[in-house]
């Protein structure tokens, strides 16, 4: 539970910054934004600083997931190379707010999130400087300050997209769409104008397959509408585990306190497929009734693997979930009451401060 709570917190404090920037941030906001106590937040950090160290920590940790066994699986380096950079590129599509704090906004943090910043970089400067060693016989090869360099172009490309998704109108192409380029950039100084010009046009590869997730699983967030991050999986989940949840219902099970946030999530999962609205031809006011369609059963089952959901992981807060969510599963009345005593059971102290908040 701690952990949940933990990651929440940081969740929140990655979006927060994607929305308004590091000067902005304020703890009451983070607070508010997790659905935590203040009691809570001090527990798990000493102060907003600690917490968003935290957070970009997290979206490291989270990339390097992604980017460190690909790039391994490979037993060249511009093929190691490619494989990291279609990972890092899919993880700031897939994870938007984290992807945004680790390559914009940590430029904005204090000394402790720079010097972070610094340490991931020299990770990053000494797997390109490789590129030397792979290099023609004879070639001149390049001083190792070339890779500080493309290091930083390289990041430099992916802010100035980041920036431009964040304008308005805002600018939808994905960032897997800078793959090629970005390949060219940083192939150049090592292989050659050639090899350069060569992986322009070069596909990225696909996404390395989730154990235990059905063919397919992985889908693309373009496909549904929505970039699969930690918390669509929980939305996923919450409509998995409790079929015909209504918006708040939905966003109590997965730990989303803001009603405008999963509205506009859960229209986007429906445009895209993922979920159907039961209730729609019924009385009007009635409150929504979502359950995955068949695509977005699989869909979920891949991001439960990608980021180890269990069911211990969704929750109630409120009484008037559960009583919702024993009416769409078709529950009876005794099971929805034993939920509702689990839930309060788990909730503590918390549950009084989370329902004035969702009323």
Aim: charged share 25%; aromatic share 4%; glycine share 12%.
């Amino acid at each position: 539970m701690e952990e949940t709570l933990r990651t929440k917190i940081l969740e929140a404090t990655a979006e927060l910054v994607a929305e308004r920037g590091v000067a902005a941030l304020t703890l009451g906001e983070m607070i508010a934004r997790a659905g935590v106590t203040r009691r809570i937040f001090y527990e798990c950090f000493d102060d907003r600083d600690a917490a968003l160290l935290a957070a970009f920590d997290l979206g490291v940790e989270r990339a390097a997931q992604r980017i460190v066994p690909a790039y391994a699986a490979q037993a060249r380096w511009r093929d190691g190379i490619r494989a990291g950079v279609a990972e890092l590129l899919r993880f700031i599509d897939e994870e938007p707010a984290l992807g945004r704090l680790c390559i914009v906004h940590s430029l904005s943090g204090g000394p402790a999130l720079l010097r972070r910043r610094a340490e991931v970089q020299s990770s990053l400067w000494t797997l390109v400087d490789r590129g030397r060693a792979e290099g023609a016989a004879g070639r001149n090869e390049p001083p190792p300050v070339v890779a500080e360099g493309v290091v930083g172009a390289v990041l430099t490309v992916i802010q100035t997209r980041l920036l431009v998704q964040d304008e308005d109108p805002p600018d939808e192409r994905p960032a897997i769409e800078l793959f090629g380029s970005l390949m060219s950039l940083i192939v150049l100084p090592y292989l050659g104008a050639g090899a350069a010009r060569r992986e322009l046009n070069r596909p990225a590869p696909a996404p390395r397959a989730v154990d235990g997730a059905p063919t397919g699983a992985l889908t693309r967030y373009e496909e549904i509408g929505v970039r699969l991050t930690y918390r669509t999986g929980r939305v996923l989940q919450a409509i998995a585990l409790y079929p015909g949840a209504s918006n708040r219902e939905v966003a109590e099970r997965a730990g989303i306190v803001d009603q405008g946030q999963i509205s506009k999530l859960l229209s986007r999962l429906e445009a895209g497929g993922a979920i159907a609205n039961e209730s729609e031809g019924t009385s009007r006011g009635a409150p929504n009734a979502w359950r995955l369609t068949e695509h977005g059963e699989r869909v979920e089952h891949g991001v439960r693997g990608r980021f180890g959901l269990g069911q211990a992981d969704i929750g109630g807060s409120g009484g008037n979930s559960d009583a919702g969510v024993a009416r769409g599963a078709g529950a009876e009345q005794g099971a929805g009451a034993e939920q509702a005593t689990g839930a309060a059971k788990g909730a503590g102290a918390e549950r009084s401060s989370e329902e004035r908040r969702s009323r």
